[in-house]
């Protein structure tokens, strides 16, 4: 059972971020919505980031929640979908991190 959910969750991964790519960034800015928001709050698109990866973390816990206090609130889907973002956005922040890293180097 765990490799299969490692199997699917790998190959939801890429199709998420591939399709999401095409509807959040802009002019191949993978990170659009982080660098708009941080210049906003005048923070790091990093620490944007981690705002907005906040509410998907809530989401995470809420479902913890549920398997003690109301567990027929927990679905196949609701599952997925609110662990493939907590996923999907601690991947966008490893991009992130690396080019910063890539960006620094001498």
């Known amino acids: 059972m765990f490799d ?3 199997n699917e969750r790998t190959g939801k991964i890429k ?6 790519a095409k509807e959040y960034a802009t002019n191949a800015d ?4 982080f660098n708009i928001a941080g210049r906003i709050l005048d923070i790091s698109p990093e620490r944007a980031l981690i705002g907005m990866w906040m509410k998907h973390m809530v ?5 913890v929640e ?3 206090w109301e567990p027929a609130k927990l679905t196949t889907e609701i599952i997925d ?8 956005y601690l991947i966008l922040l490893e991009g992130m991190l690396q080019s910063r890293q890539e960006a620094n180097k001498p």
Do not use: P, T
């Open 4 to 6: 299969k959910i490692v």
């Open 15 to 20: 199709s998420i971020l591939i399709n999401k």
């Open 30 to 33: 993978r990170y659009h919505n």
């Open 59 to 63: 989401s995470v816990l809420d479902l």
């Open 66 to 68: 549920w398997v003690d």
């Open 81 to 88: 979908e609110k662990i493939g973002d907590a996923i999907n």
